[in-house]
C-alpha cells in the first residue's frame, strides 16, 4: 500500500499482560522502524529492519520487548508483561533506503497501561 | 545527551506573516536533516530536508536553512497559514545505525 498502516488505534492492557502492535509498510521499502513517543513529544527510538533483518535494536528493553518483519506478514512489536511506564504511543515508520531519503509514519498506536 | 535540541516549545505567529523554527544540533557526523510536521493523533509527515552539502533548500512556502559551523537549521514558513498550526519536530539520522533521532518538537500556532 502507499502508507504505513498501524494497528491497532488504541489498545488497554491491565499491567503484566501482553501486548501486540502490528505495522505494514509501504510495498517496496526496504526499512521498518519502530518509535515509541511517551509525553507527547519525545520519540525514542526501539528498533529497526532492514527487510526481515534487524538492523539496530539499540533501543529496545530486550527483557520485555521483542519484534520482528516477517515476508509476507505485517511487522510486529510484542511487549510481554507490560509495566505502567510502557503507556505511549508506539510509531513504525518505513522508507526505501534508510533514513536519508524521508521515513514515512503510521499513524500511531496508543498503549495505555493500567 | 540530547544531540538534537529544539529550544522553544512553542510559537505563535499570525496568519500571512513568517514563522521560524529553529534547532541546533551537537554531533558534527550528522550530515543530513529532516522537518517533520505533526498533527495531534496522527503521526509525523515530511516536510523538506537538507543535506549538510547545501545551506538552503526551498519547496513552495517551506525554506530550511543550515549553518554547519553553527550547528544550527532553521525552518521558515511563509506566509504561515493556519493549517500550519502542528508540533514540528527536527530530527537527523545516526550515521550508521539510520534511527532518527528527534529534537523535541516545537508546538506552531498560525492565528487567522
Known amino acids: 500500500g502507499e502508507e504505513v498502516a498501524q494497528t491497532p488505534k488504541h489498545l488497554v492492557r491491565g499491567e503484566g499482560q501482553k501486548a501486540k502492535l502490528y505495522c505494514a509498510p509501504i510495498?517496496?521499502?526496504?526499512?521498518v522502524f519502530w518509535y515509541q513517543q511517551v509525553l507527547k513529544n519525545e520519540f525514542k527510538f526501539l528498533i529497526s529492519?532492514?527487510?526481515?533483518?534487524?538492523?539496530?535494536e539499540t533501543g529496545m528493553p530486550k527483557e520485555r520487548f521483542s519484534a520482528k518483519c516477517l515476508p509476507n506478514s505485517p511487522c510486529s512489536l510484542e511487549i510481554q508483561a507490560t509495566k505502567l511506564e510502557d503507556s505511549a504511543v508506539y510509531f513504525c515508520?518505513?522508507?526505501?533506503?534508510?533514513?536519508?531519503?524521508?521515513?514515512?509514519f503510521g499513524q500511531g498506536t496508543r498503549l495505555t497501561v493500567v | 545527551d540530547q544531540q538534537v535540541k529544539q529550544n522553544s516549545p512553542s510559537l505563535s505567529v499570525q496568519e500571512g506573516r513568517i514563522s521560524i523554527l529553529n534547532c541546533d544540533y551537537t554531533?558534527?557526523?550528522?550530515?543530513?536533516f529532516l522537518w517533520y510536521k505533526k498533527y495531534p493523533a496522527e503521526g509525523p509527515t515530511f516536510l523538506i530536508s537538507?543535506?549538510?552539502?547545501?545551506d538552503k533548500n526551498e519547496d513552495g512556502r517551506f525554506t530550511v536553512f543550515l549553518n554547519k559551523s553553527a550547528k544550527h537549521l532553521s525552518l521558515h514558513i511563509v506566509p504561515s497559514q493556519p493549517g500550519d498550526s502542528a508540533v514540528y519536530f527536527c530530527?537527523?539520522?545516526?550515521?550508521?545505525?539510520?534511527?532518527?533521532?528527534f529534537g523535541k518538537g516545537m508546538k506552531l500556532t498560525v492565528n487567522p
Open positions: 529492519f532492514q527487510n526481515e533483518n534487524v538492523f539496530d
Open positions: 530530527a537527523a539520522p545516526q550515521g550508521g545505525s539510520e534511527k532518527l533521532v
Open positions: 537538507i543535506s549538510s552539502i547545501k
Open positions: 554531533n558534527s557526523m550528522f550530515d543530513y
Open positions: 510495498k517496496g521499502h526496504s526499512y
Open positions: 515508520a518505513s522508507s526505501q533506503w534508510g533514513p536519508n531519503t524521508e521515513a514515512f
